[in-house]
């Protein structure tokens, strides 16, 4: 398919046929579902995760099309050229290597003639070195206290993944140091976490790959004034975290200790990195961090070496792009019956949109068919009582809905209708994919349900560091199989430039007026211009 | 219109050929930009809020259009009749008085012949003098210690417009009382709301309108049954607000204090309600409330007094309606550019999508369009970091850009690049509609912006208690004006029911379960069942 883009392929055409047959009532997942042997055919277990995609509008016809999609995509091949270091990220003329920091096979990985294993095993030691000293209290705050607080400055790829894994893994936060996400430029965020924290103990991780991030810059520049203004050497409270190559900022250049990341792992893909592997070795311990790497470790080589028709990301790959193109939904919610999973969808929603929000062949062709689309979620039960009126009865969009066996707390005995908190939870996660599926005839229409909505659901045994990784890395190569089956490339984020390069001009009308005040705002737009008179005036 | 869909109207079927004009390249956004006119056509302020549509896809005809559309469907006359408590609420035979809680006119309000205004004083006069009576220490805990926690029992609309307004007015909490919210019936959220909280000063807030929702009586159970593992007298930890005609829980009955809400006010329109209004007093004094109250009052009385073409929910909501069904957009984006709206996106995702999501009209037939879409969002700047690469180049979708003149915290001269972060933020502000709209050509597709990207651009002078009833009014304004454009019931919400009934039926199996370990799991689902089978053996 040298010249051929996707949708231009044989299988491609008949699945758009396929796409109108689904069409027919006989189609339906109420009679889809009528088959016994669906729910054995259309789920699997592998490497921890269960999956069940048996209530997705597929048939045995769909997924041979879907598979026969994938093999002359040859995505699978692009999966392995990634692991194996070629320079799959095309625009940027860089390997992408995020599976490299959980690489546990021992084997090394070259990219341009070079093995990286030595470089990320480096980093993985000052890791563990560097946390054990900060639990142990050999590192102190400049004053002699120990740390009890970790504050993350960082947007985006950042903190976005070790929110997530922080958050789901927070009941086995031992080490008396609390976590806290500086991302946002609003200094409202800070303020928030100013009250929470005590400077005398708190450790401040610096993280940008580029350290050129505007918002990361002036979050360091405030939190350096405030140890200042505390009286302490914000030197001995701050560390970073920076692309190896990346100049550093003044900041950085000053901070106790700087962990390197490389420019083979992009910000989105960075949790199994330094990125996430400070955070979380310092909130969790770093034995905690290694298991969730092996987690994500076991989940890649199930990605990579599964084959097609028994890979969980691929297949999940596959029924997203069978829904999005062929049947034209819009969105995914993922919705998590486990609060510790509330800052799944958050990530994932990064992930998957900025990834996979591409217009542009990896041969610098303009896509000529929908590419990414909205991934959202809260946990449920929670989005039964907000969203899912929308979901049961207007407009239809597929869902992941995610259970877990085990909670993490030990469970009360404490009955309600008969049954635990958990089990109610369970009940309710039983349910929704079965109503959504099957409906509900009705003479009253306002009580009719149409059913045949699609979703999938995927279920752990417990929410350890193991399958934690293996979620995440799930998700991963879900999003990039997705990616390399469209021909785009998920690894460059160039439709954030623009604004950037916008909000500089802007700023520099600002700072001329913060330098003197007689400046007459001027960016030649008149809204923009209205605007910041606006701000200055503090009137709108 | 009697007989007739809205899509079958004359004005309807302009705006179709109206939204084939809008392809041709001359109303590119870029082109239409190019009128110094349009900001001051396309802009407006009333009640506080500043409201740009200039980066919407519409012209003077396309909005001559819509309003003729708005007239056509009267839906000025229906929001009247909602304020002058006619039963609009068809399906379950009730009024919708969310606006009588903030009914500061002195006049009275009646349904069925009674002035609801008396039952709805008397409901404030409770909060004030229960709000009062706590933070003055007159009442306790049963050990005599003052409160200092509240934690909200419910799930839905008795806490997503809580939460919403407790974050945006954390700022002002000087009454010494912290906010938790126990929503999920996942006893994680328990589990972590347990680690905050001392029980000798936690007073728990159970809300429930029906008195009959699952979560929420498990977890008062819970709270019960902690308290009274803690030595102490739950009944004094205890109030309640429930609907005045549902019989209450056992444990509503032993609460210290009731406080009711009616039938003629929905959940997700409940905020300025007991519902809201009892842990908003508890959390920032009761004057505050009653701010909050004044501000979304003014709003109310915008919304159905001002003319079509000056009323800025109707405004926003005939343009969500172009955007929907003509430009046949599937989701809104709400992005504030301030910290303490956080929380907003959330509570109007329920808000909408629960009203919204609707697909019969009020005479009971299946409407022929498509109804509500999807909402969801992120403050900024985060979302630039995490989602807008879809947004700048991928699947387009409208946002709402939010920005607030004045920050709630008091600024630090700590400039980063020459501005100080809250600048910073609104340069960002200022910049993203503008990247959107503008687009950019560039040789290179992978650096190209198409632009063309809808957005409107809402501004506060600040988040003050007054401001944010306002924002909350102006929300629940459009959702509904948008409703009463397509005639769905905004105020019921029968599809979540079918989800409930079939929750009930796996509760009993599970119910059985916990009798008698010996019970075989049947659910005549063979999907459920093993899904039981998994969660009762432990393993998947």
Redesign the interface.
């Known amino acids: 398919m040298t010249d051929l883009q996707i949708n231009q392929t044989d299988p491609w055409k008949r699945l758009e046929k396929e796409a109108d047959r689904f069409q027919q009532p006989t189609l339906h997942l109420k009679a889809l579902?009528s088959d016994?042997n669906r729910?054995d055919l259309f789920s699997k277990?592998s490497a921890g995760i269960?999956f069940?995609y048996?209530r997705q509008r597929v048939d045995e016809n769909t997924m041979a099309l879907l598979f026969e999609l994938a093999k002359k995509a040859r995505i699978m091949e692009k999966f392995n050229d990634m692991m194996n270091g070629k320079k799959v990220n095309v625009?940027e003329n860089r390997a992408a290597l995020h599976t490299a920091t959980r690489n546990l096979s021992g084997k090394p990985i070259h990219v341009d003639g070079q093995d990286v294993m030595p470089e990320l095993e480096r980093v993985k030691e000052d890791l563990r070195s560097f946390s054990e000293k900060i639990h142990q209290g050999k590192i102190k705050g400049s004053t002699g206290r120990p740390f009890s607080h970790a504050v993350v400055i960082g947007?985006?790829?950042s903190y976005?993944g070790t929110e997530f894994v922080a958050t789901a893994l927070?009941?086995f936060a031992d080490k008396n140091i609390r976590i806290h996400f500086l991302?946002?430029?609003?200094?409202?965020?800070?303020?928030?976490i100013k009250r929470k924290i005590d400077p005398l103990e708190t450790l401040f991780i610096s993280i940008s790959k580029s350290n050129t991030?505007?918002?990361t810059?002036?979050?360091e520049?405030?939190a350096w004034?405030y140890l200042k203004n505390a009286g302490l050497d914000p030197s001995k409270h701050f560390v970073s975290v920076t692309g190896k190559d990346s100049p550093p900022s003044a900041i950085v250049k000053k901070s106790l200790q700087t962990f390197h990341m490389f420019d083979y792992i992009g910000g989105r893909y960075s949790v199994s990195s330094a990125v996430g592997g400070l955070p979380l070795s310092l909130f969790l311990g770093f034995d905690r961090f290694c298991a969730f790497l092996e987690g994500a470790s076991e989940m890649d080589t199930h990605a990579r070496t599964a084959s097609i028709e028994n890979n969980l990301p691929l297949i999940a790959a596959l029924i997203d792009t069978w829904n999005n193109n062929f049947l034209k939904y819009?969105?995914l919610g993922i919705i998590p019956?486990?609060?510790?999973l509330s800052k799944l969808a958050?990530h994932i929603?990064?992930l998957y949109?900025?990834?996979?929000?591409?217009?542009?062949t990896t041969e610098?062709?303009?896509l000529n068919i929908?590419?990414?689309?909205?991934?959202?979620g809260?946990?449920?039960?929670?989005a039964?009582?907000?969203?899912?009126?929308?979901?049961?009865?207007?407009?239809a969009?597929p869902i992941d809905f995610i259970?877990v066996?085990?909670?993490?707390?030990e469970?009360?005995h404490?009955?309600?209708?008969?049954?635990?908190?958990?089990?109610?939870?369970?009940?309710?996660?039983?349910?929704?994919p079965?109503?959504l599926a099957m409906?509900?005839a009705d003479a009253?229409?306002?009580?009719s349900?149409?059913g045949n909505r699609p979703s999938s659901?995927l279920?752990?045994?417990d929410l350890s560091p193991e399958n934690v990784g293996k979620l995440l890395s799930f998700y991963e190569a879900r999003t990039l199989f997705q990616a390399f089956l469209w021909d785009i490339n998920p690894f460059?984020?160039?439709?954030?430039?623009?604004?950037?390069v916008?909000?500089?001009?802007?700023?520099?009308q600002?700072?001329?007026k913060?330098?003197n005040n007689a400046h007459q705002l001027n960016t030649n737009?008149?809204?923009?211009d209205?605007?910041?008179n606006?701000?200055f005036s503090?009137?709108?």
């Open positions: 579902l016994h729910f277990k269960f069940d048996s625009t947007i985006g790829g976005l927070s009941s991302s946002n430029v609003d200094f409202h965020n800070f303020d928030a991030t505007a918002e810059l002036a979050n520049k405030q004034e819009t969105a019956y486990a609060s510790p958050p929603q990064q949109m900025e990834s996979n929000g591409k217009s542009v610098g062709k303009t929908r590419s990414g689309w909205i991934v959202f809260e946990p449920g039960t929670n039964q009582h907000s969203f899912f009126q929308l979901a049961h009865q207007g407009m969009f259970g066996i085990h909670p993490q707390y469970e009360t404490c009955l309600s209708k008969g049954v635990t908190n958990h089990q109610e939870l369970w009940a309710n996660l039983i349910s929704q079965q109503a409906g509900k009253d229409p306002t009580k349900f149409s659901t279920v752990l045994n460059d984020q160039f439709g954030v430039e623009l604004g950037k916008l909000a500089g001009n802007i700023r520099k600002m700072a001329k913060n330098e737009n008149p809204i923009s209205f605007y910041l606006a701000l503090g009137n709108i």
